[in-house]
């Protein structure tokens, strides 16, 4: 069972940053934060993911909270080709992921 | 290209036919996945195979038979399946079991007739 909840659908303006908040209010202690998001038919992409310090690379940044029960996606100049279902994922390293419903991104001309 | 490759891209069977989907990862992974994702459900993840030896299976029906001859090639052999069959089939790969990113390939649409 996924043990993350996201909103079921967002809306950003182009080159707008977007933020994507997932809450994990059960996250152990060894278990990382994934995103992956999933553009129409495709397979899920790997985006970022993080223990307890935020993470940044090429596509995104990733702000996990002190208590580490919520983390935020930040797409920082969010572009057409931004829009995808995100998918935020809990998960002890290797251990099965549960990719939930995800939340759908709309980038808004 | 995420380096794993998967055929063919679509797939239409009839009930009584014999499949096989292909998988392959030219990233020197470890662990290979399949998964299942119906239209409008989460991904279910469906066999792991780990340095060739499956180490997960999800309560799978039986017409479904995962085959991994080496690190490199994982294959979804198909028979007697069901219309409730038809759905995205993807592939993924990763470093190692325990290794936590997993590339996945572009899936098989299959449609059952």
């Known amino acids: 069972d996924a043990k993350t909840t996201q909103p079921t659908s967002m809306d950003c303006a182009e080159g707008r940053a977007a933020n994507l908040p997932c809450n994990h209010s059960?996250?152990?202690?060894?278990?990382?934060v994934y995103w992956y998001r999933q553009i129409h038919s495709q397979g899920p992409q790997y985006i970022i993911h993080g223990l307890k310090n935020n993470e940044t690379n090429e596509m995104a940044s990733l702000i996990i909270t002190e208590d580490r029960k919520s983390s935020t996606l930040i797409l920082p100049h969010a572009t057409l080709r931004d829009t995808a279902v995100y998918y935020c994922?809990?998960?002890?390293?290797?251990?099965?992921?549960?990719f939930g419903t995800g939340t759908s991104l709309t980038v808004i001309p | 290209e995420t380096g794993v490759t998967q055929t063919p891209r679509h797939l239409v069977m009839g009930m009584t036919n014999k499949k096989s989907l292909k998988c392959e990862q030219h990233?020197?992974?470890?662990?290979m996945y399949w998964y299942k994702q119906s239209a409008k459900k989460p991904l279910e993840l469906m066999f792991v195979y780990s340095l060739e030896e499956r180490v997960e299976n999800n309560s799978v029906p039986s017409r479904f038979s995962p085959e991994c001859p080496n690190s490199s090639h994982l294959f979804l052999h198909l028979h007697t399946l069901q219309p409730e069959d038809s759905a995205l089939y993807l592939c993924?790969?990763?470093?190692?079991?325990?290794?936590?990113?997993?590339?996945f390939g572009p899936g098989t649409r299959l449609t059952v007739l």
């Open positions: 990233l020197g992974h470890n662990a």
């Open positions: 059960t996250i152990s202690g060894n278990e990382y």
């Open positions: 993924a790969s990763s470093q190692e079991r325990l290794g936590g990113e997993q590339f």
């Open positions: 994922i809990v998960s002890y390293l290797g251990s099965q992921f549960y």
